[in-house]
């Protein structure tokens, strides 16, 4: 009894051993230009502190493997936050499909293909002020040590 | 970073952006300040194929800064038009809070040397006032529009404002007096409490996602810059008035010897006048009044008074130099009255661009 207990402990502690430990930060950016030595305009992005309405928000999404097995399957879905307007997809890991929902994240497809109930009942195709997430769905397996990163850009309304 | 790439998804995009005509500028924008902006992203996986516990990630957050805009417009549609020596005469402008904070303007009548509508200033009007049009209805009224300062206007709201001023006499056709009404943004939130005006914003400073920021987005008005927490907007008045010219001309009718041919001015000779009243202005002028006296050595023919007028015109008759204006002409054998000594026509009104006439004769004694 006390073998079979013992044995049991050994494998979850072996299976505990091989992990995937999937570590997700968010960011909000804006892009700031300046004008270097040069005279050239340099646009960098730097946290969003001062942002008012119609300013342009880069939500960054990095994520990192730090276990040792492959996590399989990765889906990073990220709402679009209140008084923000999706504009588009800044950037994307190769073989990720993107899709959206435009109904609180029921339903997800491509942007042509979403509809909303508009107020008469009527259904319209989906505009970017009705988008509510955007969801990235990763082909390949992350290995233990890959990272990377995906993001949108907003309106602030 | 091995397997992040930089995917150009611009096809994707322009489908989307055509399918639903996706317009940045057609979105209303006007989030107010203050408001905290969260985003959160959420990660599933499996291991094995086992689904394992979705990975959230930590929360993006960032306040909603304090956008300053504004927007000044005259809504004259024209230069004002202005009489010499009236009394509160009325600019009509609106203020348009286009940020996303409520905020008070305080509010200032600036004398501007270039007109509104290309005109050259030529003089200034005299007891300069701006009012806030409290009771709402679009119109100056004098006495209830009495706030001096625009108090707590709400984001996207308009109020209508006056410049209200007095016309100098004296002042001739065409002179113009210009005005720039400038709104300044000062801060809000207290109701009836003029708040101090917002002189910086926040642009040297660094970005502070737990702030309310001042951010100066406006434009630049007729007499301020932009991103300076101004907006102005240019109207003016212009004088209009009756402009009246009078011009005299004497004619021989007729002599005792020649009668209507080649008369001659000699005693019994009837000399007509003729007065022509041009008004050279725009408006019209009321109770244009010509008087004449009669000439020494010379008697008024009874009953050779005509006018040629749109408009009413009342002769009358002085024979004491024009004090009194009630004497009756009573004709002497020879059609005259020696006694009359002034005639007065009123003409009732001259309109712009028009002229009136009036005729008499005399005898020469």
């Given at each position: ?26 960011a909000?950016l ?6 270097n ?20 928000v ?8 730090r276990g ?20 588009k ?6 073989g ?9 994240g ?13 107020a ?38 | ?9 611009f ?35 499996t ?12 929360p ?74 409290t ?9 209830t ?22 016309i ?43 702030l ?14 932009a ?82 007028s749109?408009?009413a ?12 204006w009630a ?39």
């Amino acid at each position: 009894m006390n073998r079979a207990i013992l044995i049991t402990v050994l494998v979850l502690f072996l299976a505990g051993a091989a992990y995937a430990d999937v570590e997700l930060n968010a960011a909000a950016l804006t892009e700031v230009t300046t004008t270097n030595a040069a005279g050239q305009e340099v646009t960098t992005l730097v946290p969003a502190g001062k942002v008012v309405p119609g300013d342009e928000v880069i939500y960054t999404i990095t994520f990192a493997n730090r276990g040792t097995e492959p996590a399989g399957d990765v889906v990073i879905t990220n709402p679009i936050p209140e008084h923000m307007v999706f504009t588009k997809v800044e950037e994307s890991p190769s073989g990720a499909s993107i899709s959206i929902s435009a109904d609180g994240g029921t339903r997800y497809d491509a942007p042509r293909n979403l509809t909303v109930t508009d107020a008469k009942g009527q259904q319209r195709p989906a505009k970017a002020s009705d988008f509510t997430h955007v969801r990235w769905t990763f082909q390949e397996p992350l290995d233990p040590g890959a990272e990377g990163s995906v993001s949108f850009r907003a309106l602030l309304q | 970073m091995s397997n992040r790439r930089k995917t150009n998804l611009f096809v994707f995009l322009l489908a989307g952006a055509l399918a639903f005509g996706l317009s940045s500028a057609a979105l209303a924008q006007n989030t107010a300040s203050g408001t905290s902006i969260t985003n959160t992203a959420t990660l599933s996986y499996t291991v094995d194929g086992n689904a394992q516990a979705p990975v959230p990630s930590n929360p993006a957050t960032f306040l909603v800064d304090n956008k300053v805009d504004l927007m000044v417009t005259t809504i004259d549609g024209g230069i004002v038009s202005v009489v010499p020596n009236s009394t509160a005469q009325v600019l009509t402008y609106t203020v348009t809070n286009n940020g996303n904070t409520v905020q008070d303007y305080s509010l200032t009548a600036q004398i501007s040397a270039t007109g509104a509508f290309g005109e050259t200033e030529t003089f200034d009007a005299t007891n300069v006032n701006v009012f806030v049009d409290t009771d709402n209805d679009d119109t100056y009224t004098a006495g209830t529009d009495t706030d001096l300062y625009i108090d707590e206007l709400d984001m996207t709201e308009t109020i209508t404002v006056f410049v209200v001023a007095d016309i100098p006499q004296g002042q001739v056709n065409d002179d113009v007096a210009s005005y720039d009404l400038i709104a300044q943004t000062a801060i809000g939130g207290t109701g009836g409490t003029q708040g101090a005006d917002i002189a910086n914003d926040n642009r040297l400073d660094a970005d502070d996602p737990t702030l309310v920021q001042i951010v100066f987005a406006d434009g630049t008005g007729t007499a301020d810059g932009a991103r300076d927490g101004r907006f102005s907007s240019k109207d003016g008045y212009k004088v209009v008035t009756a402009v009246l010219t009078a011009v005299k001309t004497t004619n021989v009718l007729s002599d005792p010897f020649n009668n209507a041919v080649n008369p001659k001015a000699i005693p019994g000779a009837t000399v007509g006048y003729q007065v022509l009243v041009e008004n050279f202005g725009t408006v019209t002028a009321d109770n244009v009044e010509v008087i004449d006296s009669i000439p020494t050595n010379s008697s008024f023919l009874v009953g050779s008074v005509s006018t040629v007028s749109a408009s009413a015109a009342t002769v009358t008759f002085s024979n004491d130099g024009g004090v009194t204006w009630a004497y009756g002409p009573v004709a002497g054998a020879n059609g005259t009255d020696p006694a009359v000594n002034a005639v007065r026509v009123v003409f009732a009104t001259v309109a712009g661009g028009t002229l009136v006439q009036e005729n008499f004769s005399v005898m020469i004694d």
